[in-house]
């Protein structure tokens, strides 16, 4: 569902884009060859990263930020049933850890709607299921670059981007949820 770039050309300095795992960045050059074609493209990261990215991988690698129509497939996918997970935790958790190093928004919602889900609670049999420590911190790594993307988008605070997924949540199954903070 996220946009593509298909080329350089249409970004300009200051816009921001999208930048897999790595989430939200705003380019703040494009370097030019001897043909006149952007060669690189430099990104800066809120966390004060920096990435130079030849124009083949940023291509590969950049996608626009999510719209109004791509938040609303967020917030139907953070309401939704939790996907039948496989009981077997390496399969989880590689199944996780692809979906947020794809950085693809619907992707996230995806790990959010099911980490939240798996947080603390009884199983019928009375039993404790929760989230491992490395599932807990890929999920706190997606709410992160889904609050950040979001807030991008509709041009408020990550906390209140942050707020607005946990009400999405909340709306699927009637309880609160985990911060993500």
Known sequence: MNVPIESLEGIAVGDAVV??????????????????QVEVVTLLFA?????????GKA???????SGETEIAEIQRTLRAQPSTMHDSW???MKTTKEKVTTGAALKLAEVIRD??????RLTAGGGLRELSLAERQLYLK???LLAN????ARGVDSTDADDWIRVQLEQSSGRPTTSGR
């Open 19 to 36: 930048y897999a795992s790595h989430g939200i960045g705003h380019v703040t050059q494009k370097e030019r060859g001897a043909d006149d």
């Open 115 to 120: 980490g939240a889900h798996r947080q603390p």
């Open 90 to 92: 390496q399969v989880r």
């Open 149 to 152: 993307e979001i807030a991008e």
């Open 59 to 65: 291509l590969q690698l950049l996608r626009a930020p």
């Open 47 to 55: 966390e004060g990263l920096s990435i130079t990215l030849p124009t």
């Open 142 to 144: 997606a709410r992160h």
